[in-house]
């Protein structure tokens, strides 16, 4: 399962980045909304660490039809190669999406909640559907459940539509939709750190440190190596 960083934040960008497997990042106003300032700036940032081989994810903020294409629009004449353009899943975001993938721009529909949004945003084109998991909880109702189910639907149809699940409160959200058949995930940087650090695989280096040097000293096998070529 590909992971992409939910977070605008630059520091955290530059660092996962740099250093982990990432796909991309995606975005919603809430998150923009924390970072502040000026946020086409702060986009056009995020896509300069990332590249643009990387997804980009960017959320319209407009409600008519007309005004959610127009934005569209002018996200991907922004951002560029691989942006994506995030649209909610009600009516008119299925009607913008459906008028939107057939003139060939990616569009991320989000806010999924039930299989049958996430079947027909399918069906209006769109790229990527985003269920969210943790959301869909404490509303009683089953995330992991409604991923498994969409991917189920998913591999009865011919289509390309790939499942990006979010809204996640634990790293076991995030290992259980990739059993579920989840092609990505977007978690943030605190649910990223829990996946990577385990206290038991600390406990383990400690203990390795500590039988070396009862046995060998302070020295290292790398010092080690390096005295004898």
């Known amino acids: 399962m590909r992971i992409l960083l939910d977070t605008a934040d630059l520091e955290k960008i ?7 497997p990432i796909e991309g ?10 970072e502040g300032g000026d946020v086409v700036e702060l986009l056009h940032k995020i896509r300069a660490i990332i590249g643009e081989n990387k997804e980009l994810h960017v959320q319209v903020t407009e409600k008519s039809f007309e005004r959610i294409v127009r934005e569209a629009e002018a996200i991907v004449a922004a951002f560029g190669k691989n ?13 913008a999406t459906k008028y939107l993938s057939d003139k060939g721009i990616g569009v991320t529909v989000t806010a999924v909640l039930t299989a ?3 079947m027909l945003a399918s069906n209006s084109g769109a790229s990527y559907v985003a269920p969210y998991i943790s959301r869909s909880e404490n509303l009683c109702a089953d995330g992991v459940g ?13 289509t390309k539509t790939q499942i990006l699940a979010a ?13 579920a058949g989840c092609h990505a995930a977007t978690i943030g940087s605190t649910i990223m750190q829990m996946l990577i650090t385990h206290t038991t695989t600390d406990t383990s280096i400690a203990g ?19 005295k004898k070529a």
Do not use: C
């Not at 809204?167 to 059993?179: G, I, N, P, R």
């Open 116 to 118: 049958a949004q996430g």
């Open 25 to 34: 990042v995606t975005t919603n106003p809430t998150i923009l909304a924390k």
């Open 167 to 179: 809204s996640f409160k634990t790293a076991k959200e995030v290992l259980d939709v990739a059993v």
């Open 208 to 226: 390795f440190d500590r039988d070396w040097r009862e046995a060998f000293g302070e020295e290292s096998l790398l010092e080690r190596l390096e």
């Open 14 to 20: 530059e660092y996962f980045n740099l250093h982990y």
């Open 146 to 158: 409604t991923v498994a189910d969409i991917a189920e639907i998913f591999s009865k149809s011919n």
């Open 83 to 95: 942006t994506f353009v995030k649209i909610p899943a009600t009516d008119v975001g299925l009607r």
